[in-house]
C-alpha cells in the first residue's frame, strides 16, 4: 500500500516500488479516460500523481466522487429552502456550465428599469417588468411593450450606463472566480439587452460569445443611433425562451451537467433542460419562483462554499 512508503524500505526495493505504483497510476487514469466524467473529475495524471505522497484517504477521495447528501452535512448548522437542495448543490459543485440571470441576480437592478427611469419612463416600463418576472404575462408581450413605451436609442443606452453603472450584486463575483477556478464554464442568460450586459461580463471576465441576449436595431444613419426595433431571433425574446437558451447550449458544447440562477419565474422554466434551477432571492423574493426552485439562495456565500470546497475539480 502507499502507506508502505512511508516506512523506512531497502533502498534495492525502492525502484521496484516506484516503477509498480507509476504503473498502478497508469492503469487507474486509462480507466478513468474510459469511463469519460469521471477522467476529467479525478484529474488523475503523471503530473498530479505522487505515489510517495499519496495516502489512501487521498486515493479513495479522488475515486469517490461527493454526494449532495454529504455536501449537505457540510452546511448542517445552516437552514435552506429548496425542493431539491441536495441535488442542486452536487449539480453544482460538479457543473459544466453555469447559467446566471442577470437583472435582479447578477446585477442588483432591473436593467430595463434603470434605462426607462432615465428616460423619464421608470414608473410605467416597472409595472410591465413585475408582469414579466412574476409570470404574469408572456414575456416576449412584456419586451415589445417596454421598448415601445421608451424606443431608447444606442445614444440614450451609453449615457445610462455611464450616469448609472449597474451594480454587481455582493459575492456574484467571487462566485464566478470560483467557479472558473473549478474548471466551469460560465454564461449570462438574460432577457435584457446585449449592450447593456456586455459591460457587466467584462467586469466579471466572461466572454461575450458566453452572453445570450437579446439585441436592439439602432438606426445607423442618424447621429444618435435611433431605435428601430428588436431581434426577434433571440431564444430569450421571448416566453421559454431560457428553456431553449439552455438547449443551445448543451447541444453545441455537449454539456453534462448545468445549472441555471436566477430571480425570475422565466428563470424557473430552464429547468429542464437545465438540471438544477437554484433561485436568488437576494435583490428581489418571488413567491412563485422559490416554490419551484430545487435551492432557494438569499446571497451567494453557501454557492461559493459549495464550489470551493467540493467542486469537481478539487482534491
Known sequence: SALCMQTKTPNFYKPFIKSFYQQLNYTMHRAFTSAGRLAKNASLST???NPFKMTINSFANRCFSTSGSDIMAH???EKFEGNNIASAMKALATADAVCFDVDSTVIQEEGIDVLAASLGKGEEVSAWTMKAMNGDTKFEDALAARLDIIKPSRASILKCLEDHPLQLSPGVDRLVEALAENGTD???VSGGFRI??????KTLC????NIVANTIFFDDSTETGEYTGFCRDEPTSADMGKPKAVQMIKNEFGYKTVVMVGDGATDAQA???ADAFIGFGGVAV???VREKACWFVYDFEAMIKVVEKFGKNKK
Open 47 to 49: 503530473n498530479t500523481f
Open 75 to 77: 452546511f448542517s448548522n
Open 186 to 188: 460560465v454564461y449570462l
Open 196 to 201: 447593456m450586459i456586455e459591460p457587466v461580463a
Open 206 to 209: 466572461i466572454s461575450k460569445s
Open 271 to 273: 429547468k429542464p433542460p
Open 286 to 288: 418571488r413567491d412563485a
